[in-house]
Every structure is written in C-alpha cells, then in structure tokens.
C-alpha cells in the first residue's frame, strides 16, 4: 500500500468535485487522468467555474445526454479554455484566500 499525502488527497477531492459537476459520469478513470493533467495546467478554482459554466449551459440548453462529450474528452481537448467558460477577471474564491498556497501544488 503506498502512503497518501496531502498533495494525492487534494487531487482526490477536487477530482470528485470537478468529476461530480460534470453534466456526464462515464469513463471515471480517463476522467481521473484528464482532469488530473488540467489540474497540473490550470488552477483548481478556473476549472471549477469552467465545469460549472458548462453544467449550466447543457442545462439551460437541455443538451441530450449523447451531445455531452465524455468528461475526459473535455478536459483532454482542453474545453475549460473556450471563451465561454474562462472569465476574464475572475476574483479570489473563499478557497484561494484561505490557502495562499493553492497555485502551487
């Protein structure tokens, strides 16, 4: 068994709550891989309100289920970066003011 430290059990979370917003849960494990490698590229924080941009937007638009891309496809293709899901002035959440680490992990 290898020992978990905060760094693994950070990714967990924000892999379950990125994955859990998703619009689509197939492919959990590809999911865990593309998300983890966004994770490397983007803050936590943009990944958030991008997911949760695109959660809405197959919402309001009542997208069927087989126009949903799989999540790993998504973060694989870098979907988190399209202009309508990045904002560009996006203010400090309650979770970068209470980490002042949370850039670097």
Same mark, same amino acid.
């Given at each position: 068994?290898?020992?978990?430290?905060?760094?693994?059990?950070?990714?967990?979370?924000?892999f379950e709550t990125l994955y859990g917003l998703y619009p689509r849960h197939v492919?959990?494990?590809?999911?865990?891989?593309?998300?983890?490698?966004?994770?490397k590229r983007k803050p936590f924080d943009e990944l958030l309100l991008a997911v949760?941009?695109? *959660?809405?937007?197959? &919402?309001?638009?009542?997208? =069927? /289920?087989? %126009?949903?891309?799989?999540?790993? *496809?998504?973060?694989? &293709?870098?979907?988190?970066? =399209? /202009?309508? %899901?990045?904002?560009?002035?996006?203010?400090?959440?309650?979770?970068?003011?209470?980490?002042?680490?949370?850039?670097?992990?």
């Open positions: 068994m290898r020992p978990v430290n905060a760094d693994t059990e950070r990714m967990a979370a924000h492919g959990k494990i590809a999911a865990f891989k593309a998300i983890s490698k966004a994770l949760q941009a695109y *959660s809405r937007k197959v &919402a309001r638009e009542r997208t =069927d /289920e087989r %126009f949903i891309p799989y999540p790993a *496809s998504w973060f694989n &293709a870098g979907r988190y970066e =399209d /202009e309508e %899901f990045v904002s560009p002035e996006v203010p400090l959440t309650q979770y970068q003011r209470d980490n002042p680490n949370w850039r670097n992990w």
